[in-house]
């Protein structure tokens, strides 16, 4: 454990893997745009903003490593709602990946983008689980990421069906669910952080 508690300090607070951590989610980004392409020619371009989930996310977290290497003080409110943003989004669309292709795997068989997309997304997790941790946003923005996290689920299930293309039109229940649980999920764990540093603070 205290080799783990090292490494993700180390990857919070090491300006080094900050720089290798941009250069992932800006080609990780790049790779989810082209693997988006397809939806994307099908989609009114006025909508493309919200269509991919995944690579705007990583983009999101590259943008604030970038202002974060030049300097930017991550306590201002405009790196607090981008920070919580980019936290929550990456890791709910980090395991809602991780989640919803094994299911898909484990039901009809198992294929090659499965599994390489399943391990790349659960490291989208795990960074924004660092960051958060050691950034946490304040109450405010940790409460606009959680409405904005359910605004997606939303558009993309109900009002316009913007959704990630899925593997098997079966799973769409699942995906729906599993989408709604972890916008919940993270987006209620960052504004929990944030209320309880918040009384720690007036203690």
Do not use: C
């Not at 250069?23 to 745009?33: R, T």
Request: proline share 4%; net charge positive.
């Amino acid at each position: 454990m205290t080799f783990v508690r090292d490494v993700f300090t180390a990857v919070a607070r090491d300006r080094r893997w900050w720089w290798a951590l941009v250069g992932v989610n800006f080609f990780g980004s790049l790779y989810g745009f082209y693997w988006y392409w397809g939806q994307l020619a099908a989609t009114p371009v006025k909508y493309w903003l919200i269509v991919p989930d995944s690579p705007g996310s990583t983009f999101l977290l590259f943008i604030w490593l970038v202002l974060m290497l030049a300097g930017v003080d991550w306590r201002k409110p405009g790196m607090q709602w981008l920070g919580a943003i980019a936290f929550v989004s990456n890791m709910k669309y980090g395991l809602w990946t991780a989640t919803v292709l094994p299911q898909a795997g484990f039901k009809f068989g198992w294929e090659f983008d499965f599994i390489h997309l399943s391990l790349s997304h659960a490291g989208m997790w795990v960074q924004a689980m660092i960051f958060a941790r050691f950034y946490k946003p304040a109450l405010a923005p940790a409460l606009g990421a959680l409405l904005f996290m359910w605004f997606q689920d939303f558009v993309d299930y109900f009002l316009l069906g913007t959704h990630p293309t899925l593997p098997y039109e079966s799973e769409l229940a699942y995906a729906r669910g599993m989408a709604i649980l972890l916008s919940t999920l993270w987006g209620v764990f960052l504004v929990w952080q944030a209320w309880f540093d918040r009384k720690a603070e007036r203690a």
